[in-house]
């Protein structure tokens, strides 16, 4: 029977642990790696992320903990014990035995803090320190959204080099080959099939180079998100759909509330008002209500111990009054106050502060902005430019070394353009993170 049962609630286990287990699989990678899925990723697989979480549970029982106080303490203590010599006493000049021999007790015990410092300080603060574990997780996940998305547009303009890399070298490729083919036929001579060869070995050398920062870039990535080592990341992202997100709003205003940092300081210095009052209360006599009830037995015979109880009970009031510490508590009041006052003065720099991080981030959104702008204009006008350049390099018109320029014109408008979208993209995070619009 009891097998049976063994082998049923193995069965039933299983069955509760093979989904887990298959989704658990199935969340480790991602499937595609959109910006909105890797900040995502990052927020559940993230080290410090989970940590900050499991701090804010450490609070939680931290709290409890403090607040069990409150309630009853009930205690039972029991003891047994044997004289090998019973304590003889002399009485009116006669030796008389006091005591037996076995002696066993039971104590059971209540006590309950009617005024205890400690425990009006957790019961008082404790919605300050809950809000505060929260605020932490808050800040950590801006601070993760904030990394995940800078890396994953770095990640994007080095793909975007090595897509144009990959472009220009089929272009070089048949423009070597045209240059070729005319050095052979004796319409041209070799120079511009070496230019040709130099370009192509160029454009091959970026590519390799930008592969390389590339692995880095996006091992650096799987660092932010907590993404296995071993994992694809596949990166997925819609260009025109970017181009059309970086826009946003400049004429609004900075303001400290809405930023977490803000709201932190706030925090503390409610539990540093809480301190100061804390400290206070140690001038506040204490008082305990306690009770016992004590079970006695004795006995010379070991065997009869527990035939006969003798048990006595009593309650009484504990009142506890501070007299003299040395002027520990004075001197803690004024520490508790001095801590408090520079918490102010960090409310005040912070202030200062938000003001000047938003202008800078806008400086630089604005700046990355009408640079993007020009590069974008640069890159229609480069595009036409070497398309002209083609047709007039095949009628014989123009030289190749114009070909080469233009190519290269070509290749720098377009690399400049995408790593100047990325710039904004990223630039913007940094104005919505002095904004506090990151949740």
């Given at each position: 029977?009891?097998?049976?049962?063994?082998?049923?609630?193995c069965?039933?286990?299983?069955?509760?642990?093979?989904?887990?287990l298959?989704?658990?699989?199935?969340?480790?990678?991602?499937?595609?790696?959109?910006l909105?899925?890797?900040i995502?990723?990052?927020?559940?697989?993230?080290?410090?992320?989970?940590?900050a979480?499991?701090?804010?549970k450490?609070t939680?029982e931290?709290?409890?903990?403090?607040?069990?106080?409150?309630?009853?303490q009930?205690?039972f203590?029991?003891?047994?014990?044997?004289?090998?010599q019973?304590?003889?006493?002399?009485i009116?000049?006669n030796?008389?035995?006091?005591g037996?021999h076995n002696t066993?007790?039971?104590?059971?015990?209540?006590?309950?803090?009617?005024f205890?410092?400690?425990?009006?300080?957790?019961?008082r603060?404790?919605?300050?320190?809950?809000?505060q574990?929260?605020?932490?997780?808050?800040?950590?996940?801006?601070?993760v959204?904030v990394?995940?998305?800078?890396?994953?547009?770095?990640?994007?303009?080095?793909?975007e080099?090595i897509?144009?890399?990959?472009?220009?070298?089929?272009?070089?490729?048949k423009?070597?080959?045209?240059?070729?083919?005319q050095?052979?036929?004796?319409v041209?001579?070799?120079?511009?099939?070496?230019?040709?060869?130099?370009?192509?070995?160029?454009?091959?050398?970026?590519?390799?180079?930008?592969?390389?920062?590339?692995?880095?870039?996006?091992?650096?990535l799987?660092?932010?998100?907590?993404y296995?080592?071993s994992?694809?990341?596949?990166?997925?992202?819609?260009?025109?759909?970017?181009e059309?997100?970086?826009?946003?709003?400049?004429l609004?205003?900075a303001?400290?509330?809405?930023?977490?940092?803000?709201?932190?300081?706030?925090?503390?210095?409610?539990?540093?008002?809480?301190s100061?009052?804390?400290e206070?209360?140690?001038?506040?006599?204490?008082?305990?209500?306690?009770?016992?009830?004590?079970?006695?037995?004795?006995?010379?015979?070991?065997?009869?111990?527990?035939?006969?109880n003798?048990?006595?009970?009593?309650?009484n009031?504990?009142?506890?009054?501070?007299?003299?510490q040395?002027?520990?508590?004075?001197?803690?009041?004024r520490?508790?106050?001095?801590q408090?006052t520079?918490?102010?003065?960090?409310?005040?720099?912070?202030?200062?502060?938000?003001?000047?991080?938003?202008?800078?981030?806008?400086?630089t959104?604005k700046?990355?902005?009408?640079?993007?702008?020009?590069?974008?204009?640069?890159?229609?006008?480069a595009?036409?430019?070497?398309?002209?350049?083609?047709?007039?390099y095949?009628?014989?018109?123009?030289?190749?070394?114009?070909?080469?320029?233009s190519?290269?014109?070509?290749?720098?408008?377009?690399?400049?353009?995408?790593?100047?979208?990325?710039?904004?993209?990223?630039?913007k995070?940094?104005?919505?993170?002095?904004?506090?619009?990151?949740n």
């Open positions: 029977m009891k097998r049976l049962m063994y082998t049923v609630g069965m039933i286990a299983g069955c509760f642990s093979m989904p887990l298959a989704q658990h699989t199935g969340d480790s990678l991602l499937q595609e790696a959109t909105a899925n890797v995502q990723y990052a927020l559940t697989h993230q080290p410090s992320a989970q940590q979480l499991i701090d804010e450490i939680e931290t709290i409890k903990t403090k607040l069990a106080d409150w309630y009853p009930v205690n203590n029991y003891s047994l014990q044997h004289n090998f019973v304590p003889i006493n002399v009116g000049g030796p008389i035995q006091l037996v066993s007790g039971g104590q059971f015990t209540l006590s309950q803090s009617v205890n410092r400690d425990v009006l300080l957790a019961a603060t404790r919605g300050d320190v809950r809000l574990a929260r605020q932490a997780v808050t800040a950590n996940k801006i601070d959204t990394n995940v998305s800078k890396a994953f547009y770095d990640v994007l303009a080095t793909k080099q897509k144009v890399s990959e472009q220009d070298i089929i272009r070089l490729d423009s070597m080959q045209t240059a070729f083919d050095y052979q036929a004796g041209t001579d070799k120079t511009d099939y070496k230019r040709a060869t130099i370009a192509l070995n160029n454009a091959k050398a970026s590519v390799k180079t930008n592969r390389a920062l590339l692995d880095a870039k996006e091992e650096y799987k660092q932010l998100m907590g296995p080592v994992g694809t990341l596949n990166i997925v992202y819609d260009s025109l759909q970017m059309r997100e970086i826009a946003m709003d400049t609004q205003q303001s400290p509330d809405a930023r977490i940092e803000y709201q932190q300081l706030q925090t503390q210095r409610k539990l540093l008002e809480a100061v009052k804390y206070k209360w140690s001038f506040i006599p204490t008082v305990t209500l306690n009770g016992a009830y004590n079970l006695s037995y004795q006995n010379d015979n070991f065997n009869k111990l527990y035939s006969n003798l048990p006595n009970s009593f309650a009031v504990t009142v506890g009054f501070p007299i003299f040395g002027g520990k508590r004075t001197a803690r009041i520490q508790a106050e001095w408090l520079r918490t102010n003065w960090d409310i005040t720099n912070l202030k200062n502060s938000v003001n000047s991080q938003f202008a800078q981030a806008l400086a959104y700046a990355n902005l009408a640079n993007y702008d020009a590069l974008k204009e640069n890159l229609d006008l595009q036409e430019v070497y398309d002209v350049i083609q047709l007039q095949r009628s014989g018109v123009k030289t190749y070394l114009e070909v080469i320029t190519e290269s014109d070509l290749r720098t408008a377009r690399i400049n353009y995408y790593n100047a979208l990325y710039q904004v993209l990223a630039s995070v940094d104005v919505q993170r002095a904004l506090g619009q990151i």
